[in-house]
């Protein structure tokens, strides 16, 4: 089980810290990973977290959002947020080998913490 928190309301330029935790996951060191979507569009990688610390970012996170985690707890620091930046945030797990960015490569996702920027 995924549980996302810390979304929310903020102006051009703010942050907002999100946070999943994970409960009940049997795979070892898991790749996990924070997606986004907005209505009428397809889910996007953000940035993936592999089982050995292999970090990927999609080029719009870059420079300005960091994943981190903590054994199967994950986390998104998002600075310098832009109206484009307003979705709905997901957090994934895939439970196999390989750290993908495809969501479709992810077996286990969080219900979703809304994050809206203006």
């Known amino acids: 089980q995924l549980v996302e928190s810390g979304g929310g309301s903020v102006e051009v330029g703010g942050s907002l810290r999100l946070s999943c935790v994970a409960s009940?996951?049997?795979?070892?060191?898991?790749?996990m990973g924070w997606f986004r979507q907005v209505p009428g569009k397809e889910r996007e990688r953000v940035a993936t977290?592999?089982?050995?610390?292999r970090i990927s970012y999609a080029g719009s996170a870059e420079g300005r959002f960091t994943i981190t985690r903590d054994k199967d707890n994950l986390y998104l620091q998002m600075d310098s947020l832009r109206p484009s930046d307003t979705a709905m945030y997901y957090c994934?797990?895939?439970?196999?080998?390989?750290?993908?960015?495809?969501?479709?490569?992810?077996?286990?996702w969080g219900q979703g913490t809304q994050v809206t920027v203006s």
């Open positions: 977290y592999g089982g050995y610390e």
């Open positions: 009940g996951i049997t795979y070892d060191k898991p790749c």
């Open positions: 994934a797990v895939r439970l196999n080998s390989g750290c993908p960015i495809r969501p479709s490569d992810f077996s286990e």
